[in-house]
C-alpha cells in the first residue's frame, strides 16, 4: 500500500516514464490540448458521459459531454458535497474530481467525500491518467494548451507546451479575510531565473480591531496562495528594516502589466496602475535575494529565510492547526522571491495571490513556528558522483513541548524520494559512529552507500516515565528516586522525567510506567517509525498530522523531539540521459559559490557512456571516452551532483509547522 499521495502518483510517472523511454509508440491520436486529450481519453471512454451518468442525466448537476465539460467542472461548486469545488484550479485536493476518481484507482488511500467513481460495476480509471489528471488540475486546470508530460501519460499527440496562465484567486468576503496581490513579472522563453522584487500593501482599512494584534499586525489561521504554474517556488517575506517605500534605495516603481504597463507609479496608491495591474520595484536576479541591488542593505533575505508563507505549487491553502495563529503587519513592504522556469518558446508572465484569513479571538492562541532546517552544511549535502545514486540524512530537533501539525519537503529533479522518521536515527559504531542514517540500510535497487559501513542504524525508544539522566535506559536508582517522589520524600525536581503529563505530581501510573521501562528497554521500529514518504520533487507532500503530533513535554529528551530525514539522490544511475553535464549546467548567480558546472568532468557520456574519465587535458579525458582507441567519439561531460541553487543542482531541506504548547 503506498503510504502517501506522492508515492502512489510517483509509481505510475515512474512507469509510464519507463515505457516511452522503452520505445514504444509516442501517441496514438492527436488532440488541440491536455485537457480535450482528458475528455476524450478518460470521460468518453471511461463511461463517464454515459447518458445515464454525466451526459444526458447530468448526475449531481454534472455535465461531461465534450461542449459542456469544461465549464461544468472548472471553479464550479459541487452540488453533491457542500464547501467543495468539482475543480478548484491548482489544487487536486480541494477538486473533487481528483479526489472521487482517485478513491476508486487507489481505494486504500484516498477516500472520496461522498462516493468514488465511477460507480461500479466500472472499473477505476488507469494510473497514468490519474496522475494527468492531476498534472492539469496542478498546472491551474486550463482550458486550452498543453501540460508539460501528459502526452506520454495520456499516449497523446499534442501541441508544443505554451506558458499557462492560471485564474486569478478570487478574494475572500471581506468580513473573513483580506487579499494581498504579487505584480507580475515576465519569465522569458527557455530561461530560468530566480527573482526579487517589492511591493507595498496596507490593508489596515479592512481588518476589524478583533482580528488585531496588540502590535499593529493582523492575525490570520489559514492563507490561500495560487501563482501561474511557472513557478518552482515562492517566499513572501516581509521587510523589516529602517527605509521606507519611498525612499531612492529601493530605485524606480513602475506599474507591472495592464494598460499601464511600464509607466511609473506610487508604490503607496493602491490604484496607481488599476485593476488589473500592481506596483513594484524592478524584479532583480537572485538567489534568495543574496546581493540584491534593488533592496536595501537592512532587508533580512537569504536561504534562512523561510517567509511568513509561500508555495512550492501553483496554488495552496495552508490551514492552521486549531488555536495556532500566524500574523503580519497592517502595511508594509514585502519582498517577493519567485523562481520559475519556462520551457516553452514563448514569454510567460508569474502572478500572484494570497487571501488571508482572519484568526477568530479563541483562535488566537499560539503563535505559528516554521521547520526551516537550511543551514548551508545540511541544505546543499548532496554529493553523488556521475551514474550513481547516493542517499544524504539529518537529524533535526525540535524545542520542548512542540506540537507539529505539519511536514513537508524540497528536492531539486534528480531528487527521487524522501522519507521522514521518528527520532533520531545514528549509526551505532564504526568509522561513522553518531551520524545520521536510515533506517532501512542501504538501498539495494539504487546501489546507495551504506551510511553507516556496516555497523547498525538504531535509536532507542525513550522511557514513559522515570530517565532522568538522559541515558536513554532507566535503572534501580532512579526507580528508588520515584519512589520517593510518590511518597513525598523528595521533590519531583530531582526527576521530572516521573512526571509524564507535566502536571508537577507523580502518581503510582507514572511509576508503575517507569517500572516496564526499566524490564523492557527497547529500540524504534523503522516501519512504525516512518512518518512521511515522498517521490515527485515538484509536488511534494504536505503531510498534516491532526490532533498536532506530541514531541515530547518540558522535561523531554531530544530523542522525543527529533525527526531523522534522508533524500535519494539519482544522477543518472537509472536514466544515463539524466546525469548532470558540465555543458548543460547554468553558472550560479552573482557568484556563489555553490554548484553550477564542475569544475572538471568526471564521467563518460559518449563513446563509453557511464565510464570514468581519466587524463589531465579536456582532450585527454575526451579520448579516454573513446568507444575505441582513436575513434574520436568520446566525450567527457559528465559531473558529480552537489549541493546548489540551480534547479540542476539540488537541495535537501526539510519544511514544515509547528507551536509549542504553554
Given at each position: 500500500m503506498c503510504r502517501a499521495i506522492a508515492a502512489c502518483l510517483g509509481a505510475g510517472v515512474l512507469a509510464i516514464a519507463g515505457a516511452v523511454w522503452a520505445g514504444e509508440p509516442a501517441c496514438q491520436e492527436t488532440f488541440p490540448s491536455t485537457f480535450a486529450a482528458i475528455q476524450k481519453v478518460v470521460f468518453e471512454k471511461r463511461g463517464c458521459t454515459d447518458a445515464v451518468c454525466h451526459g444526458a442525466a447530468r448526475n449531481g448537476g454534472l455535465d461531461l459531454t465534450p461542449d459542456a465539460a469544461y465549464d461544468s467542472l472548472v471553479n464550479q461548486p459541487s452540488e453533491t458535497v457542500p464547501g467543495w469545488f468539482r475543480v478548484f484550479p491548482g489544487q487536486r485536493d480541494r477538486s473533487l474530481l481528483f479526489l472521487n476518481l482517485a478513491a476508486k484507482t487507489f481505494p486504500d488511500d484516498f477516500k472520496a467525500p461522498l462516493r468514488a467513481m465511477p460507480l461500479d460495476p466500472l472499473p477505476g480509471i488507469l494510473s497514468n491518467e490519474l496522475e494527468a489528471i492531476r498534472k492539469w488540475i496542478e498546472s491551474g486546470a486550463p482550458r486550452t494548451g498543453t501540460v508539460a508530460g501528459t502526452e506520454q501519460l495520456l499516449d497523446a499527440c499534442l501541441p508544443p507546451a505554451e506558458p499557462i496562465q492560471i485564474d486569478p484567486l478570487p478574494p475572500p468576503d471581506p468580513l473573513v479575510g483580506?487579499?494581498?496581490?504579487?505584480?507580475?513579472?515576465?519569465?522569458?522563453?527557455?530561461?530560468?531565473?530566480?527573482?526579487?522584487?517589492?511591493?507595498?500593501?496596507?490593508?489596515?482599512?479592512?481588518?476589524?480591531?478583533?482580528?488585531?494584534?496588540?502590535?499593529?499586525?493582523?492575525?490570520f489561521n489559514k492563507t490561500e496562495i495560487r501563482q501561474d504554474p511557472l513557478s518552482h517556488h515562492l517566499i513572501v517575506n516581509l521587510y523589516e528594516g529602517t527605509h521606507p517605500i519611498t525612499d531612492p534605495v529601493w530605485g524606480e516603481f513602475k506599474c507591472r502589466g495592464g494598460a499601464m504597463d511600464g509607466q511609473t507609479c506610487d508604490p503607496t496608491d493602491p490604484n496607481a496602475c488599476g485593476a488589473d495591474s500592481g506596483c513594484a520595484n524592478d524584479p532583480a536576479i537572485s538567489i534568495a535575494c543574496f546581493g540584491a541591488q534593488n533592496l536595501p542593505g537592512d532587508a533580512t533575505t537569504g536561504l534562512g529565510a523561510s517567509g511568513f508563507t509561500g508555495t512550492q505549487k501553483a496554488a495552496t491553502t495552508i490551514t492552521l492547526s486549531p488555536g495556532v495563529y500566524n500574523e503580519i503587519p497592517l502595511k508594509g513592504v514585502i519582498i517577493w522571491n519567485s523562481h520559475a522556469f519556462n520551457l516553452t518558446d514563448q514569454d510567460g508572465k508569474l502572478e500572484a495571490w494570497i487571501n488571508l484569513?482572519?484568526?477568530?479571538?479563541?483562535?488566537?492562541?499560539?503563535?505559528?513556528?516554521?521547520?526551516?532546517?537550511?543551514?548551508?552544511?545540511?541544505?546543499?549535502?548532496?554529493?553523488?558522483?556521475?551514474?550513481?545514486?547516493?542517499?544524504?540524512?539529518?537529524?533535526?530537533?525540535?524545542?520542548?513541548?512542540?506540537?507539529?501539525?505539519?511536514?513537508?519537503?524540497?528536492?531539486?529533479?534528480?531528487?527521487?524520494?524522501?522519507?521522514?522518521?521518528?527520532?533520531?536515527?545514528?549509526?551505532?559504531?564504526?568509522?561513522?559512529?553518531?551520524?545520521?542514517?536510515?533506517?532501512?540500510?542501504?538501498?539495494?535497487?539504487?546501489?546507495?552507500?551504506?551510511?553507516?559501513?556496516?555497523?547498525?542504524?538504531?535509536?532507542?525508544?525513550?522511557?514513559?516515565?522515570?530517565?532522568?539522566?538522559?541515558?536513554?535506559?532507566?535503572?534501580?536508582?532512579?526507580?528508588?528516586?520515584?519512589?520517593?517522589?510518590v511518597l513525598g520524600s523528595a521533590p519531583v525536581d530531582d526527576c521530572k522525567r516521573f512526571d509524564m503529563n507535566d502536571d508537577r505530581q507523580v502518581t503510582i501510573a507514572d511509576l508503575v510506567a517507569a517500572v516496564a521501562s526499566a524490564s523492557q528497554p527497547a529500540l524504534r521500529d523503522a516501519q512504525e517509525s516512518l512518518l512521511y514518504t515522498n517521490f515527485i520533487y515538484n509536488d511534494p507532500l504536505v503531510l498534516d498530522f491532526e490532533p498536532p503530533k506530541a514531541m515530547g513535554g518540558k522535561s523531554s529528551l531530544p530523542e522525543e523531539r527529533s525527526l531523522t530525514y534522508c533524500a535519494l539522490y539519482d544522477n543518472g544511475f537509472s536514466d544515463p540521459t539524466d546525469v548532470k553535464m558540465k555543458s548543460t549546467s547554468p553558472p550560479p548567480p552573482l557568484g556563489i559559490p555553490l554548484g553550477g558546472p564542475c569544475q572538471t568532468a568526471s564521467g563518460c557520456t559518449a563513446g563509453r557512456p557511464g565510464a570514468d574519465c581519466t587524463g589531465t587535458t579536456d582532450a585527454e579525458r575526451n579520448a579516454s571516452c573513446d568507444s575505441t582507441d582513436g575513434a574520436g567519439d568520446g566525450i567527457c561531460d559528465a559531473c558529480v551532483l552537489k549541493g546548489g541553487v540551480t534547479t540542476q543542482d539540488e537541495m535537501f531541506l526539510l519544511l514544515g509547522s509547528f507551536f509549542v504548547k504553554k
Open positions: 483580506v487579499q494581498i496581490h504579487m505584480p507580475r513579472w515576465i519569465v522569458k522563453a527557455h530561461e530560468e531565473h530566480e527573482v526579487c522584487y517589492a511591493s507595498y500593501y496596507d490593508i489596515t482599512d479592512q481588518v476589524p480591531e478583533e482580528y488585531r494584534g496588540p502590535n499593529g499586525t493582523v492575525r484569513y482572519f484568526a477568530d479571538p479563541d483562535e488566537q492562541q499560539y503563535p505559528l513556528q516554521p521547520v526551516f532546517v537550511a543551514d548551508p552544511p545540511i541544505l546543499f549535502k548532496t554529493n553523488v558522483p556521475p551514474f550513481k545514486a547516493d542517499e544524504v540524512c539529518n537529524v533535526f530537533t525540535l524545542p520542548k513541548r512542540a506540537q507539529l501539525f505539519e511536514l513537508s519537503s524540497h528536492m531539486h529533479h534528480r531528487g527521487k524520494r524522501w522519507r521522514t522518521w521518528d527520532g533520531a536515527w545514528r549509526c551505532q559504531g564504526g568509522p561513522h559512529d553518531g551520524d545520521p542514517c536510515s533506517p532501512f540500510g542501504p538501498d539495494e535497487s539504487f546501489s546507495t552507500t551504506d551510511l553507516c559501513a556496516g555497523a547498525p542504524c538504531k535509536t532507542k525508544l525513550p522511557p514513559l516515565a522515570g530517565e532522568c539522566d538522559g541515558n536513554l535506559a532507566v535503572t534501580i536508582d532512579e526507580l528508588i528516586k520515584g519512589v520517593n517522589i
